[in-house]
């Protein structure tokens, strides 16, 4: 079976600090890894994600994510927050055997201070 | 890039009457269409999944009679909820996967923008 655990529930930065949200999963197969942005009444947006490719791999808006096997983990970091950033943040592991059917991670929401 | 619609984007019905919300891609065809249920707060939750032309498969504890998904094309999946109450108000999101040569090398999903369900 399939899941993913975001570690933190509400992560808060200040503007122009550095964000991490952290995100490990539990998989049988070498899994598929994606972060998604959701903005309040908004849907998702794709941030980035990882396909057995390159372990670091860039996103958008300046995201990237870095797939660790021995940890399993793919955290999520940006090097300077900007105000845009505060949204809900999931982590989303893909169940190739199961129709590539997604699951969601609990969450993240973020909170940036001026 | 790839689109999804949905539509209504927010509806407001009375407990007893039944709600469609559709679910449209707009620049690509889906085979495969995927609803959603996401309460306040928390995180998303999937329903059923819609394939074109065949049944919905509903996952563990969704009453498939009470939530009615219809994939007649491959642009178009509905999701009607039946004798809605209360406790179905929730913020129902769809997801395509775009039919395209490279469908399962990614399975990447594009999401609508949710629907706003509030059961009076």
């Known amino acids: 079976a399939q899941s993913v655990t975001q570690l933190d529930s509400h992560v808060s930065v200040s503007e122009g600090t550095p964000v991490l949200l952290r995100c490990n999963y539990s998989s049988s197969y070498s899994p598929s890894l994606f972060w998604y942005v959701q903005h309040p009444n908004k849907g998702l947006q794709l941030l980035l994600k990882y396909t057995s490719a390159a372990t670091l791999v860039k996103g958008i808006n300046g995201f990237e994510a870095e797939f660790k096997k021995s940890e399993t983990s793919f955290h999520l970091t940006k090097p300077s927050a900007h105000m845009s950033d505060a949204a809900e943040y999931f982590c989303?592991?893909?169940?190739?055997?199961?129709?590539?059917?997604?699951?969601f991670g609990g969450g993240t929401r973020v909170l940036v201070k001026p | 890039g790839a689109v999804v619609s949905q539509h209504p984007s927010w509806v407001i019905c009375k407990s007893g009457t039944s709600v469609k919300i559709e679910c449209r891609s707009l620049?690509?065809?889906?085979?495969?269409m995927f609803w959603y249920r996401q309460f306040p707060k928390q995180s998303l939750m999937l329903m059923a999944t819609s394939n074109e032309g065949s049944k919905a498969t509903y996952e563990q504890g969704v009453e498939k009679d009470k939530f009615l998904i219809n994939h007649a094309s491959l642009t178009l999946s509905t999701l009607t909820v039946t004798s809605a109450h209360p406790e179905d108000s929730s913020f129902y999101i769809c997801?395509?996967?775009?039919?395209?040569?490279?469908?399962?090398?990614?399975?990447?999903?594009?999401f609508g923008p949710g629907t706003r369900l509030t059961v009076t």
């Open positions: 620049d690509f065809q889906a085979t495969t």
């Open positions: 989303v592991v893909m169940r190739e055997a199961a129709g590539n059917k997604l699951t």
């Open positions: 997801s395509a996967r775009d039919r395209s040569p490279n469908y399962g090398l990614a399975g990447e999903q594009y």
